[in-house]
């Protein structure tokens, strides 16, 4: 079987799921219009402090978002036993693990198609087309760390608790780098050697998870 058809398989079936109950999506979205009232309410920021509390608050939000999406990522699947009839197949497992990356960076990035507006409004920080593409670099890597990570963490009883402790270390460098390009463009400045490392963070982490997919999912 082809990889990009397999990849392309698993993430459909996981976006037409989404579809059909529409779970996910709807309450991550109210989580964050609830999380960014809070932060409006907790700072009571300005319009001269929005440039500095903002992009704080942007990635903050999107470190939780991106927790409750991966904790579920596999645990329906080791609960009705779907993975292990999809790991029977010929498919490889980089492209499964390939697939539950794209499908969870789709959901991540209507997300953020949801934050970046809302901290606007909240918050009155100004939208920048850099910080789009800053915050859609990030959730490239952070979905393959998390969907490795969310693999490993359905093998356990804990993996509500294992998977914030295995993925946010990793995901920190993401936060530093990404609001400091984010702080940057509310400047009118383009950090373009923080972009280009976001790039090369995003190939080394999709290239670790493709190489470890096989050991986590036999496990």
Not at 75 to 81: F, P, Q, T, Y
Not at 124 to 153: D, K
């Amino acid at each position: 079987m082809r990889w990009p058809t397999v990849t392309w398989a698993v993430a459909w079936r996981e976006i037409r799921g989404e579809l059909r109950g529409r779970e996910l999506v709807p309450s991550l979205g109210q989580f964050i219009v609830l999380a960014l009232v809070i932060a409006n309410f907790a700072f009571a920021p300005d319009l001269s402090r929005a440039r500095d509390l903002g992009p704080g608050v942007l990635w903050m939000v999107l470190v939780f978002v991106g927790l409750v999406a991966f904790s579920r990522a596999f645990a329906g699947e080791r609960e009705r036993g779907s993975l292990e009839a999809m790991l029977l197949t010929p498919a490889s497992h980089s492209a499964i693990l390939a697939g539950k990356t794209l499908a969870s960076a789709l959901v991540l990035t209507v997300c953020e198609l949801v934050l970046l507006p809302a901290l606007a409004v909240f918050l009155g920080a100004p939208l920048t087309p850099i910080a789009f593409l800053t915050v859609f670099l990030a959730i490239i890597g952070m979905s393959a760390l998390g969907a490795l990570f969310a693999a490993l963490a359905s093998q356990t009883r804990a993996r509500e608790l294992l998977l914030p402790v295995l993925a946010l270390p990793l995901w920190i460098p993401f936060v530093v780098m990404g609001s400091g390009i984010v702080r940057a463009s509310l400047d009118g400045v383009f950090e373009l050697q923080g972009t280009v490392a976001l790039c090369y963070m995003d190939i080394l982490f999709l290239l670790v998870a493709a190489v470890a997919a096989k050991f986590v999912l036999d496990d």
